[in-house]
C-alpha cells in the first residue's frame, strides 16, 4: 500500500469507528471535565478516574485500532511523563522507584521504554497519559515503525476535553513539567 492507500483506509476507520461511538460521548467528556473540576479528590485519584474513564471509552473503539499487545512501536518514541504520573507509577507498581536525579540531557528516541518487557507493557494499567492516548487506526503497524513514525502523518484521536482534564490534573499537583520516561525510572 501506498501512502495515500494507508490514508484512506485510516480514514474510513476512523469513521467507521466514530460512528459506533455512544451518541453523548462528547457529553460524557464535558461531565466528566466538570467533575474532575469541581472534585475534591486528590490529583492521584482524579488521575485514576481519568485513567478509568478514558480505559471505558477504549472498549468501543479497541475494534478498530491497529494497536494490539505485541506491538510495541510506539514504546521507543519519546515517552512524555508528569511528575503526579510518576507518582501514581510508583504507587502502583511495587519496588518501582524513580532516579534521585533525572537526566535530562540525553535524547532517547530509537531506546525501547524500560517498562516494556516481552513487547508488552509491564506497567500497562498505570501507563502515561500519552501512552493511553496514543491509538492508531491504520490497515496495519507498518507506518509505526521508527523508520516511518515521524514521516507520515496520520490522524490520532482528539479528545480535547480529556486532555483539558489531564492538563487540570497536573497544574492541581503543582507542576506541569514533563520529562521522557526513561529519564526517570532505573531499569529493574
Request: charged letters at 30%.
Amino acid at each position: 500500500m501506498d501512502m495515500e492507500e494507508i490514508r484512506l483506509a485510516t480514514e474510513i476507520k476512523i469513521k467507521k469507528m466514530t460512528d459506533s461511538l455512544p451518541e453523548n460521548l462528547e457529553k460524557l467528556q464535558d461531565d466528566f471535565f466538570i467533575e474532575i473540576e469541581k472534585s475534591q479528590l486528590s490529583p492521584l485519584n482524579k488521575l485514576k478516574k481519568l485513567y478509568s474513564f478514558m480505559d471505558e471509552v477504549y472498549t468501543h473503539i479497541n475494534k478498530y485500532t491497529t494497536c494490539k499487545k505485541g506491538c510495541s512501536y510506539c514504546c521507543s518514541y519519546y515517552v512524555t511523563i508528569s511528575d503526579i504520573e510518576i507518582q501514581f507509577i510508583e504507587k502502583n507498581n511495587k519496588g518501582i522507584k524513580r532516579k534521585e536525579q533525572f537526566d535530562t540531557d540525553k535524547k532517547r528516541v530509537g531506546t525501547p521504554c524500560l517498562f516494556l518487557k516481552n513487547d508488552a507493557c509491564s506497567i500497562y494499567e498505570s501507563r502515561p497519559y500519552v501512552c493511553h492516548r496514543h491509538v492508531m487506526f491504520t490497515p496495519d503497524n507498518s507506518v509505526c515503525s521508527e523508520d516511518n513514525a515521524h514521516i507520515h502523518k496520520l490522524r490520532l484521536l482528539s479528545w480535547p476535553k480529556l486532555d483539558k482534564s489531564y492538563d487540570l490534573i497536573k497544574a492541581e499537583s503543582g507542576s506541569n513539567e514533563l520529562h521522557d520516561i526513561r529519564d526517570v525510572f532505573q531499569k529493574k
